[in-house]
Nanobody, 122 residues
Framework: QVQLVESGGGLVQAGGSLRLSCAAS????????MGWFRQAPGMEREFVAA????????YYADSVKGRFTASRDNAKNTVYLQMNSLKPEDTAVYYC???????????????WGQGTQVTVSS
């Protein structure tokens, strides 16, 4: 079993930055891809970014490409989502999740965190 705990959300003005963290525990995640998703009120959950724990390849939704950066710290078993140039439309609950790598970035994720709220004011 894997536990994922997000942190780092908060309220920020448009144009500002936040860094989300996702600490993983319970098992080694070297065979997993770590994804970031978000869900705004009344909207479906959407893919934001992902990073392959082994190798560090990253993937981004077009809406965040060039503004968000996914990274990992193997020693801390933690992945990060650096969010710059934030816009009001980035407001959502952000979740991290883990999927076994053979299913790919857009596969069915196995584990989910509880989410952290990000609010961007205009």
């Amino acid at each position: 079993q894997v536990q994922l705990v997000e942190s780092g959300g908060g309220l920020v003005q448009a144009g500002g930055s936040l860094r989300l963290s996702c600490a993983a525990s319970g098992r080694t995640l070297s065979s997993y891809i770590m994804g970031w998703f978000r869900q705004a009120p009344g909207m479906e959950r959407e893919f934001v970014a992902a990073i392959n724990w082994r190798g560090g390849s990253t993937y981004y939704a077009d809406s965040v490409k060039g503004r968000f950066t996914a990274s990992r710290d193997n020693a801390k078993n933690t992945v990060y989502l650096q969010m710059n140039s934030l816009k009001p439309e980035d407001t959502a609950v952000y979740y991290c999740a883990a999927v076994i790598s053979y299913r790919g970035v857009y596969g069915e994720y196995d584990y989910w965190g509880q989410g952290t709220q990000v609010t961007v004011s205009s």
